[in-house]
């Protein structure tokens, strides 16, 4: 069984810039859900995707966006990237539309913003 | 809306010692909660979980109870290792808050040998 993989590992880009980062989920599962993980903070809830639609949003703005594809593997594009927007970005992947479900978390993308 | 509260850190154990996480949480409904542990430079591992009242998690010597009276979810191990030492996140879950999970800001915990 294949875990959650992410990618890339690291990423540093400039402010203003756009950036992508890619999910695949584990092995039978449809859901995936994003967050972000300031340093020396808990993970925050961007969005989650159930079968390619996005199923719920935490508070951050639009230039947060995300995907899901037919394979369920996912993109998060953050735009106009801000001094903030440094942090660890997990995803979770999960059966079902509902996060009350266990959800397996990858190793996440450490995204440094300049 | 839901929201976890847990110890802060850090926590410095020596190595046998009996280790205590405290977690309370608000939430409307009946959450999901659970535990998650951190290690450096890793993602998320889902330690243990209960989905209802009295509900006890356990998992490679942790515990957690589920205590709906306190609204509580303290994490427990009666003797830790080394390698033990990481970042620990109480966090829960519910049909109120379209299942998203909620987080606590975590607790790093430090093993001495």
């Known amino acids: 069984e294949t875990g959650v993989t992410q990618s890339p590992t690291h990423l540093i880009k400039t402010r203003g810039q756009q950036v992508t980062l890619r999910c695949s989920s584990q092995s039978g599962h449809n859901t995936v859900s994003w967050y972000q993980q300031a340093l020396g903070q808990g993970p925050q809830f961007i969005f989650q995707y159930y079968r390619e639609e996005e199923n719920g949003r935490g508070n951050f703005p639009p230039r947060f966006s995300g995907l899901q594809f037919p394979n369920y593997s996912s993109e998060l594009n953050v735009n106009a990237l801000e001094l903030d927007d440094s942090a660890l970005y997990l995803c979770?992947?999960?059966?079902?539309?509902?996060?009350?479900?266990?959800?397996?978390f990858g190793p996440g993308t450490r995204l440094t913003v300049t | 809306g839901n929201s976890v509260t847990q110890m802060e850190g850090p926590v410095t154990l020596s190595e046998e010692a009996f280790l205590t996480i405290n977690c309370t949480y608000t939430a409307t409904g009946y959450p999901s909660l659970f535990w998650y542990v951190q290690y450096p430079g890793e993602g998320l591992q889902l330690l243990l979980k209960?989905?209802?009242?009295?509900d006890k998690g356990s998992n490679k010597g942790f515990e957690a109870t589920y205590r709906k009276e306190t609204t509580s979810f303290h994490l427990e191990k009666g003797s830790v290792q080394v390698s033990d030492s990481a970042v620990y996140f109480c966090a829960l879950s519910a049909r109120a808050n379209d299942y998203k999970l909620s987080f606590g800001a975590g607790t790093t915990v430090t093993v001495r040998a």
């Open positions: 209960a989905t209802k009242a009295d």
């Open positions: 979770a992947s999960s059966s079902g539309g509902q996060s009350s479900y266990e959800q397996y």
